[in-house]
Each structure stands twice: as structure tokens, then as C-alpha cells.
């Protein structure tokens, strides 16, 4: 029997040897504190300072670590304690996860684990294994094309408003893959660099509308609904007015917004106005609300001593990479960021249900001897749900 | 570029150019005691006790006006009460405020918000749902500015902001200069050593230093089973800070409901820098149903305070609807109400 962590540090150590020509180190990497979970035994190393790509390379060709990851701030002294270091600065980032996105069936596809027998199943009754009863479950989650392309649309907007809203230069922004659920955006060497927390709080209270009450501003004013044609905001709005007057147009009165006049839009949301009462319109201006608001993830973007993900590194629960997303209309997660190649290596499978890896399908599969590409090997391993039979 | 004039000195005298004009006269402290500056001592009384300084103009010349207000500046630190600074820099900014209300000339105003602000403000014509937006500030300096004042309103998300900027009518950057003024005139006192006054002056010193301190309600009954909406707003009390409107209204409706009567209520909010004794009693007698409509207003519940951002929910709040359904049980210890950030998290 082969030790599946064994198995995998192996595989990945080879994945660095093999590309380490792609690594490329982080701007300002010495101002950076790196951390890196070893898989055996697994364990959390941090306050590591690395003075160039060299050392970074070394690192992980040396470590094979099981994830790799980099402060987003710069420091005077990044190995010294928290407390004691110089905090100069850091990157805005936003993490945009599956797992906060509004549920839907077809984003991912649960599987549930008993901890007391070793079952695996599809779907859980009463939060219990149906073959011993115990209720020590674990889940995991395996995300599909239709849910990765579903947060792709949370990333345009978020660019949207970051650009928009902030002036912040497109230059500046680089979106990645997370190598999972999800997509990381960073911002890097704009002039929100040396923001502190508080503003970090509040740019992400703009960006999750949370605390929004600009509705008032619309709604709770002493104007007939009749008359609220006349200062309802239009498309062209500064900010998050903007937004939600087009969103209100496009999802609510169910037009097409290309070649609108102001006379012509105002004559529309007065035909609407009169047919419905505030109430009305308070319930579909909610409803806009949450549809345009961006689903960050704003325990990330809030902390400035936070590491997050080295990009290009490979992600210890899938073995698929955080990559770098050049065109977000054209990337595919589940093609572009594998890591591992097509030579066909044994395992045994717990249980997988079905998924999809580089255009091809797999299983389902159930306790079972199967021959699969190393990239869908490792993707099994990873996720604890098969075990290797041989090395590659 | 815009030269203050002679009354634009008297009216901003915490402005840089009031230390280099008095630098230039050459005066000691004991040249107060002189005859002379009679003047200057009434005038400095009168902004030292008063909880609104006059802020009519002309009636005295621009020496006197500048002079009276460094005077106090001095006697002010020489008291060495934190809550009495907090109280002067607060009428001085009050006044500063009034005077930017006013200005009718919008590039004074503009320059003076500049000067004030330290910032670059650029004038911009934006109007949306019959607001009117005339000045715009760098989206990183509003969050500074505002970042003391607590009510929803303030918050980013209910601005319009565009390309970095932040939009704001004339009366949001004047209310965030008077802060900011207020914050100026705080922290220069504070910092400033402690001076000697002269013997003839001690009297100025006394007077402010046997100020009575603000009176409390006995701490114990009020603060050991309060609901954090309420703490937090008590705790604001304390620290000498002022409350929104509907702060005021709220600790009022459930204080009196805790059965506290309108004379402690009133003396409780004699600590915000801008007490009003008149005003307070006269709101504070408004809710308890003693006044004008005789309608006793009921404590609002915790989707209400929600709303209006003044819920601080922890765990002891167990689910309530109502603060004054608030328990707290024996032995538990109330959290940390802060948001909290693990400092080593991934
Ligand atoms: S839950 Fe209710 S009682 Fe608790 S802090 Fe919020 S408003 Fe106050
Ligand atoms: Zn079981």
C-alpha cells in the first residue's frame, strides 16, 4: 500500500522540477512573509522570508510543500513576530468563493463522508450515515464547469466597480484561478496600497452593499409614486446608483438597455410607477439589491497581515494551480489550471461522483480499481476520496 | 489663490496664520496682566465660559479676538481637564462650523475647506433624486475624515463614489471640517507643554478647573445588565463623545423605562461637549410624554436599532427581539463587540 501523502509529495515535488521555469515569485518577494503547509507531517511554517525567486524555487523543489503562501503586505522584517514589524503596505484582495455565492444545484457537487465507518454518499437524511448511524460527517465539494463559470460574473463586476468606482487602473488588477472553489483578484501597486483596516471595512461594505441605505434616498422621500419618475436615478448614475437603476431596467421592467434617451426611459418607469404600489418597488428594488451586490468573501479583503495563495502554485486539495487569468471570456478552470499530465496510473476509488477534468468526463465510481490520468488521479487523491495503487 | 482677510482670522483663529500673526507682536504671558489687555481677558471669559461663544463679528478688533482666543487656548491647558479641552475644542469648532454655513462666497468657502481640510477638494455640479452634490474629495480622505462619526450615513456605501472621488453636498464637507477642527484644536491643546500662568490670571484657571464635573447616574445600576446596544452608547457618554439623534433617543426611551427619572437622564448627557441644558430637558421630557403631544414614546426594538446601525448583538443577546428583554445570565462574560480579525489566519 502507498501512503497517499508520500504519493503526492512526490508528484508534487516533480510537478516544480519539472516547471520550475514557470514560478514566478511575487513582486517585492523579501518585503513578503511566505507560509507553506508540509504534508508530512502537515504542518504550517510561517514567518519564512525568502530573498529572491532563486530561494523560492529552491523552496519548493526542496519542500514540495502541499500549499504555498504569501502575505499580501509588506513589512520591514517579514520573519520577525507580528508585532514587532514595520507594516508598510498592502495588496487589495478579494476572494470570490462558490461558497458564498447563492446556492445552486448544479454549482457543485456535494459528497458526504462518515467518519466512524468510511461510507461515502451522494446526499444525507437526517445529518446521519445511513449504514452505522453516526453523525461524524464530513463534506466535500466538487465544483462544476456551470459553477466556475458563475463566479466568473461576479469577477467582471467586481473589476467593474474597482475600476469605475475607484479609478483603479486595469494594469493594476490581475485575476487568478484559486485553484478550487473559486478566483482571487489582487490589486497591486495602486495608491490603496497603504490603506488601513478601517477603509479595507468599508470598501468592503460598498462592494457587499452591506449597511446600504441609498434606497431611502429614492423611496422614502415624500414623492407620490407617481411623480418618482422624475428623480428615479437612470444608467448613467455615478456608482452603485448607476448600477442599480440599469439592473432595475434590464431584470425588473425587462428591457434591453442599448440606445436609450432619458425621455424615453423616464415615459417607461412612469407607465411601470403607475401599475404598482412603493411596497411594490421596494420588494424589486430588494431584489436588484441582491443581485448586483459582489459576494466577496470580506474576511480576506478586511485583514492586512492576511497570507493568501501563491499563484502558479498548486493547490494541496485538488492538485490543480492557482493560475493567472488573461482572458476571463476564454479561460476554463478545469483546462487550464491542471497540472498534472495524462499518464494513466492505478488507484483505488473510495467513491467519486461524476466530474469533469480537460474536457473529459470520469466516473461515477465506487469502491474500485481504476486506471486514470495522472491529473485525475492526483484530483481524487487530493480530495481524499481514492488511494494510489502504484507511483507513475 | 485666496488671501484671508482680517475676518476670516477671526472668524478660523486656529489657523497657522493666527500663530505667526501673534508670533510677530512679541507679547509674554505677563503682558496679559497689563491694563491694556483688559479687553482681551473679558473676551477670553466669554469664550472660556460660555457654551456657545458669540459669534457675531466686528464687535472687536482682530488683536483682541486673536489674542482672547490663544488666552484660552492657555487656560485651557493649564487646567489640565481632558473633558474641558474636549468641551472648548468642540465650541470653537461649533463656531467654525457656523461661519462655513454662512459663507457666501463659495471660493472663499472652497479655500477656506482647503486650507481647513488639508486636501485636495474639487468643486464638481453632480445632482441625483434632488440631491445636489457641489464638492468632491479623494475617496482615501473621506474615510479618514469620517471615520469618527458613526451614524449609516456616513458609511462609503451610502455615497456616491466615482473614479476615486467621493461626492458630497456643501453641509457633509462642512460637518466633516468642523471634525476635523475639532480634532485639530483637541490634540494641539493636549500636546501643548503646560504653561505657568501668571498669578492675576490664576482666577481664569480656577474657573475652569472647578468646573463641576459631569454628574453620572451610579454606574453600578446602570452598566452591569445593559444590553450592548445600550453599553456601547453609555461608554460613549463616558468618553465625552457626542450621540446622533437617535443615540439620544433611544438611551432616553429605555432609560426611563428602567425607571430612571428625567433629572438624571438629562444630567447623564451633561458630559457630551454639546450639552445643551435647555434642549436636553426639553427632548428628554419630549419622550418621557411630558411635553408637546404627551405621547410616551416606546423603546425601539432590535430590527429598528439594526437599521439604524446601533446594533452591537453578541452572544449574551441569545436571540431577543428587545433589548429590554435583555437577561444576562450569570457568569457570562459579554464579548468582545468589536469585529474581530484573527491576526494569523490564511
Ligand atoms: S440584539 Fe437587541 S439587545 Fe442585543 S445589541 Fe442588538 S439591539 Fe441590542
Ligand atoms: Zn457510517
Redesign the interface.
Known amino acids: 500500500m502507498i501512503e497517499k501523502d508520500d504519493f503526492l509529495k512526490k508528484a508534487f515535488r516533480r510537478y516544480y522540477y519539472e516547471n520550475i521555469n514557470k514560478i514566478c515569485a511575487p513582486q517585492r518577494l523579501p518585503e513578503r512573509e511566505i ?1 507553506y503547509l508540509t504534508f508530512y507531517p502537515e504542518k504550517m511554517i ?1 514567518h519564512v522570508t525568502l530573498k529572491n525567486e532563486g530561494e523560492l524555487k529552491a523552496l519548493l523543489v526542496h519542500e514540495a510543500p502541499k500549499s504555498v ?1 504569501y502575505s499580501t503586505a509588506y513589512y520591514d522584517d517579514p520573519s520577525a513576530p ?1 508585532n514587532s514589524r514595520l507594516w508598510k503596505g498592502a495588496d487589495l484582495v478579494f476572494d470570490i468563493d462558490l461558497d458564498h455565492m447563492p446556492f445552486k444545484e448544479n454549482h457543485m457537487t456535494f459528497i458526504y463522508i462518515c467518519n466512524s465507518c468510511n461510507s461515502f454518499f451522494a446526499d444525507l437524511n437526517n445529518k446521519r450515515c445511513s449504514l452505522c448511524g453516526s453523525e461524524k460527517i464530513t463534506t466535500a465539494n466538487i465544483p462544476t464547469k456551470e459553477g466556475l463559470e458563475y463566479g466568473k460574473d461576479e469577477i467582471i463586476r467586481l473589476i467593474d466597480i474597482l475600476t ?5 487602473g486595469k494594469d493594476k488588477i490581475k485575476i487568478y484561478f484559486s485553484g478550487k472553489r473559486g478566483y482571487h483578484l489582487t490589486v497591486e501597486n495602486s ?2 496600497e497603504d ?1 488601513d ?3 479595507r ?3 468592503s ?2 462592494l457587499t ?6 434606497l431611502n ?2 423611496l422614502n ?1 415624500n414623492v407620490p409614486i407617481n411623480d418618482l419618475h422624475q ?3 437612470l444608467p448613467h ?5 448607476g448600477r442599480l437603476s440599469k439592473s432595475f431596467f434590464e431584470d425588473i421592467i425587462g428591457i434591453k438597455l442599448e440606445n436609450w434617451d432619458e425621455t424615453y426611459l423616464r415615459s417607461l418607469l412612469q407607465k411601470y410607477f403607475s401599475t404598482i404600489t412603493y411596497k411594490d418597488l421596494q420588494l424589486s428594488l430588494e431584489k436588484v439589491i441582491d443581485k448586483i451586490k459582489i459576494r466577496i468573501d470580506t ?1 480576506v479583503t ?2 492586512i ?4 495563495r501563491m499563484p502558479e502554485t498548486l493547490h494541496g486539495e485538488t492538485g490543480l494551480l492557482k493560475k493567472r487569468i488573461t482572458n476571463i471570456d476564454t479561460f476554463h478552470p478545469l483546462v487550464d489550471a491542471i497540472a498534472f499530465s495524462q499518464e494513466p496510473i492505478k488507484v483505488y476509488v473510495d467513491y467519486a461522483p461524476r466530474f469533469e477534468l480537460n474536457e473529459q468526463i470520469f466516473g461515477p465510481y465506487k469502491k474500485e480499481e481504476v486506471i486514470l490520468p495522472e491529473m485525475a488521479a492526483v484530483f481524487l487523491i487530493c480530495m481524499g476520496l481514492a488511494k494510489p495503487l502504484e507511483f507513475p | 489663490m485666496q488671501i484671508l482677510g482680517e475676518e476670516d482670522l477671526i472668524k478660523y483663529p486656529f489657523l497657522e496664520e493666527t500663530r505667526q500673526y501673534i508670533a510677530k507682536l512679541g507679547l509674554t504671558l505677563d503682558d496679559f496682566t497689563l491694563n491694556e489687555f483688559e479687553k482681551v481677558i473679558r473676551r477670553c471669559e466669554l469664550r472660556l465660559m460660555s457654551s456657545k461663544y458669540p459669534p457675531e463679528l466686528y464687535t472687536l478688533d482682530k488683536d483682541t479676538d486673536l489674542l482672547s482666543f490663544m488666552l484660552a487656548v492657555i487656560i485651557i491647558k493649564a487646567s489640565q481637564r481632558e473633558d474641558v479641552i474636549a468641551r472648548f475644542a468642540f465650541n470653537e469648532a461649533s463656531r467654525a462650523e457656523y461661519f462655513l454655513k454662512t459663507e457666501r462666497n463659495k471660493s472663499i468657502l472652497t479655500y477656506i475647506l482647503r486650507r481647513l481640510l488639508n486636501i485636495n477638494i474639487y468643486e464638481v455640479d453632480y445632482a441625483i433624486c434632488n440631491e445636489y452634490y457641489e464638492y468632491a474629495i479623494h475617496v482615501k480622505d473621506y474615510v479618514k475624515l469620517s471615520s469618527s462619526l458613526k451614524s449609516l450615513h456616513w458609511k462609503i456605501v451610502n455615497k456616491i463614489v466615482s473614479n476615486g472621488l467621493v461626492y458630497l453636498r456643501r453641509q457633509e464637507l462642512i460637518r466633516l471640517a468642523r471634525d476635523k477642527i475639532f480634532q485639530e484644536i483637541f490634540k494641539r491643546i493636549k500636546d501643548a507643554p503646560t504653561p505657568i500662568v501668571p498669578q492675576k490670571l490664576q482666577y481664569l484657571v480656577d474657573i475652569v478647573r472647578n468646573r463641576p464635573l459631569p454628574k453620572r447616574l451610579h454606574e453600578s445600576s446602570v452598566l452591569t445588565e445593559d444590553p450592548p446596544c445600550v453599553k456601547q452608547i453609555l461608554d460613549k457618554i463616558k468618553s465625552g463623545k457626542n450621540l446622533s439623534h437617535y443615540e439620544r433617543f433611544f438611551i432616553t426611551t429605555f432609560l426611563l423605562k428602567k425607571g430612571k427619572s428625567t433629572e438624571e437622564i438629562v444630567s447623564l448627557f451633561s458630559s457630551s461637549p454639546d450639552f445643551n441644558e435647555k434642549i436636553a430637558k426639553y427632548q428628554v421630557e419630549h419622550i418621557a410624554g411630558l411635553r408637546g403631544g404627551r405621547k410616551r414614546y416606546n423603546v425601539p426594538d432590535c430590527k429598528t436599532l439594526f437599521s439604524q446601525g446601533l446594533c452591537y448583538k453578541d452572544d449574551s443577546c441569545n436571540n431577543i427581539s428587545h433589548p429590554l428583554n435583555y437577561k444576562l445570565k450569570k457568569g457570562d462574560k459579554t464579548l468582545d463587540r468589536k469585529r474581530r480579525f484573527s491576526k494569523e489566519s490564511i
Open positions: 507560509g510561517r503562501y507580528i469605475e468606482d475607484f479609478g483603479i495608491l490603496y490603506v483596516q478601517n477603509f471595512l468599508e470598501l461594505d460598498y452593499l452591506n449597511g446600504f441605505k441609498l434616498t429614492i422621500r428623480i428615479f436615478p448614475e455615478k456608482g452603485w446608483m474576511n478586511t485583514d497581515h492576511r497570507i493568501f
